[in-house]
């Protein structure tokens, strides 16, 4: 007799995505913190979410927002307390609300007390906790070219003992030796002590980055590639950390150059790695070809190639990771639709483009609201490291400065960290003090207050409906994927299927109207409309309004 096993409960969940220093500040400090985000979990409970995943509220000296962290068992003054902790904890799970911790281990901050003793002298027990190598010997130059994904060489020459520590991002966030075992004992101890809190889980920042090798230099490109040794730590991580009491647990991994081969290894059920993985295919495609900052259009049929390929990749092998936006990628009503005129619409088709999508999908604090991309225009105004250091090197080889801030203005992380825009006054809602970063000049209009009294316009309203549906359709959370209209230029159409059950969704991905090729229009003529931006329409075959999408349920 065949055992029927149940679908993962995440399968049919819904994640949201909180910048903690961005979302809500009970304090007056003008940085958010656990008091606001514990006094926003009823409006995270109305919009229906399952997961609640907080970008890094360790002890940290913040010279990367908190991904630079020095005491990974405490919470740092910024945010609150381990004891507010607790509360925010028990509060979200008295609502039914899961919450997901930010799990930083590719790099520590060069403040915390294993570095500390790591570069206090060649002799340290802790030396080869971090990864340390001597000069080339040609005029003291780098132990190789391998680049920092912030700019810049990615070795740090330390004055202490002459050698070189790698740090593929900051100077400040020096990489662990996960080659060294008594790292990988410490890490997982660590994870141990926050599970046995009540944590619910993981998002792994960089978890592949932890094995590396070198590869071959072309032009700019870092130098360095993800390990094979990875699987081996991961599922030796699942053995220490999440055997046993993984059924209630969601494990994800951001795997930047990750592959669908590579995401088949990580989230096979068999491989006992990780859940599902954050993939970085999609969010590349509009990316010029020296750097991420050079900005290019993005073609429609490209973004239906990649994730239709990631779809139908992890069809029958692994779980897919769905998202637009998050803490580091500009907003995405301004990036890939039109945030003016068509806002609603916009945000509206891009949701139920990827909620409909298999896979869990994730929501970034604002996106529910329609947030868009900050319109900052001096590099006074910027705070992420990441620009900051782009700016400066550009400029200094020459570039304009006007050009390089046009091209911050668009791509810039800056974008999605302004503050969580709440109502309508000066303060957006958001603090009673001094904002760490500007809030968005159009908060008066664009705002939690305003938008949910909207009514049929109500983007809040429209998530809602989405990830309620989410919850009650087994199609939506586990039907076939198929793309239609592969080739069409502002067409995104595809079905899904499950059993006797058929849902069509199309959206224009376009500021006109979009007439539908006859073979998707034929189908329409037979189904109902499950959901809709433009409400309900007189002719469900017809035409597509401007960043119109409908979901229709054919059988």
Do not use: C
Not at 108 to 128: I, Q
């Amino acid at each position: 007799m065949s055992i029927e096993i149940s679908p993962a409960w995440w399968t049919s969940a819904v994640v949201y995505q909180i910048y903690p220093r961005s979302f809500a500040d009970s304090t007056g400090t003008g940085i958010g913190d656990l008091g606001g985000i514990r006094g926003k979990l009823d409006y995270l409970q109305q919009l229906g979410v399952d997961v609640v995943w907080l970008s890094p509220i360790y002890r940290s000296p913040q010279a990367d927002n908190g991904y630079d962290i020095s005491d990974y068992q405490d919470i740092d003054p910024l945010f609150g307390s381990l004891e507010e902790f607790d509360l925010l904890l028990a509060e979200a799970h008295a609502r039914g609300i899961k919450i997901v911790m930010d799990l930083v281990v590719n790099h520590t901050s060069d403040e915390h007390a294993w570095f500390e003793e790591s570069r206090s002298s060649l002799a340290s027990p802790k030396r080869d906790w971090y990864i340390w190598r001597d000069g080339d010997g040609v005029d003291g130059h780098e132990p190789n070219p391998w680049r920092s994904m912030f700019g810049g060489p990615a070795w740090q020459l330390d004055a202490v003992t002459g050698q070189y520590y790698l740090h593929l991002f900051a100077a400040k966030q020096p990489d662990l030796n996960w080659e060294n075992p008594e790292v990988r004992v410490a890490v997982y101890t660590m994870m141990n002590w926050w599970l046995d809190r009540g944590v619910d889980g993981f998002r792994m920042d960089v978890i592949n980055l932890i094995a590396k090798v070198q590869s071959d230099l072309v032009g700019d490109s870092p130098g360095y590639v993800m390990g094979d040794q990875v699987h081996d730590y991961l599922q030796e991580m699942n053995r220490e950390v999440f055997a046993g009491r993984d059924a209630d647990l969601i494990t994800v991994g951001e795997t930047p150059g990750a592959t669908v081969d590579d995401a088949i290894q990580f989230t096979s059920s068999d491989r006992l790695e990780l859940d599902m993985v954050f993939q970085f295919e999609h969010v590349g495609l509009d990316h010029g070809p020296r750097t991420k900052f050079d900005n290019v259009p993005l073609k429609l049929v490209d973004l239906k190639r990649s994730l239709g390929r990631w779809q139908s990749g992890l069809a029958d092998a692994g779980w897919n990771s769905l998202y637009f936006s998050n803490h580091d990628q500009p907003r995405s009503v301004s990036r890939f639709s039109d945030d003016g005129e068509f806002r609603y619409e916009s945000a509206t088709m891009l949701a139920a483009i990827l909620h409909l999508h298999r896979g869990t999908p994730y929501v970034y604090q604002g996106d529910e609201i329609g947030m868009t991309n900050a319109g900052l225009t001096t590099i006074e105004q910027y705070q992420d490291i990441e620009s900051l250091n782009y700016y400066a090197e550009e400029v200094a080889a020459g570039a304009s400065p006007a050009a390089v801030l046009a091209s911050l203005a668009f791509r810039s992380r800056d974008n999605a960290r302004t503050p969580m825009q709440w109502d309508a006054t000066p303060l957006a809602g958001f603090t009673t003090g001094t904002p760490w970063l500007e809030i968005t000049p159009n908060h008066s209009t664009i705002n939690v207050a305003t938008d949910r009294a909207a009514g049929p316009r109500s983007i809040f309203e429209f998530y809602r409906r989405l990830i309620a549906l989410r919850h009650e359709s087994t199609v939506v959370s586990l039907g076939v994927f198929e793309m239609l209209e592969a080739e069409h230029p502002t067409l995104y159409a595809f079905t899904r299927t499950l059993g006797e059950e058929t849902l069509l969704v199309v959206g224009n991905f376009s500021g006109v109207p979009s007439e539908l090729p006859l073979a998707v229009a034929g189908e329409l003529v037979i189904g109902n409309l499950v959901i809709g931006n433009y409400g309900e329409v007189p002719d469900i075959a017809g035409a597509l309004l401007p960043w119109e999408v409908r979901v229709v349920r054919l059988r």
